[in-house]
């Protein structure tokens, strides 16, 4: 949460905080399975995968399932959660977290 208050400065809140909910955690040891994790907790996937390709403007669909499991798969991802976020003002969204072990 330091971040998140580093990053909105003088307009952080507590009361922000109210608007985050915790809506999967990869269990303790679990190897991780970011697509099968996802289908769990979100509606119209396909719309992940548009999000998460427009950058590239190329519509490969293949290409946005590989780079998450790249990112959130691996052994060394120790804790991996998605918030649904919604402060009533600014933010408003899923949030991704994984952090991973040294």
């Known amino acids: 949460m330091r971040y998140h208050q580093k990053f909105v400065g003088s307009y952080w809140r ?3 905080l109210d608007g985050w909910e915790l809506i999967y955690k990869r269990p303790a040891g679990k190897q991780g399975d970011i697509i099968n994790e996802f289908e769990a907790v979100y509606d119209g996937l396909e719309n992940v995968w548009e999000w998460l390709l427009s950058p590239l ?5 293949e290409t946005a399932p590989r780079k998450l499991a790249v990112a959130y798969n691996g052994p060394e991802v120790v804790d991996f959660r998605i918030y649904h976020i919604d402060d009533n003002d600014i933010l408003r969204g899923r949030l991704v977290l994984g952090y991973r072990a040294c």
């Open 57 to 61: 403007r190329n519509g490969d669909y």
């Open 14 to 16: 507590q009361d922000w």
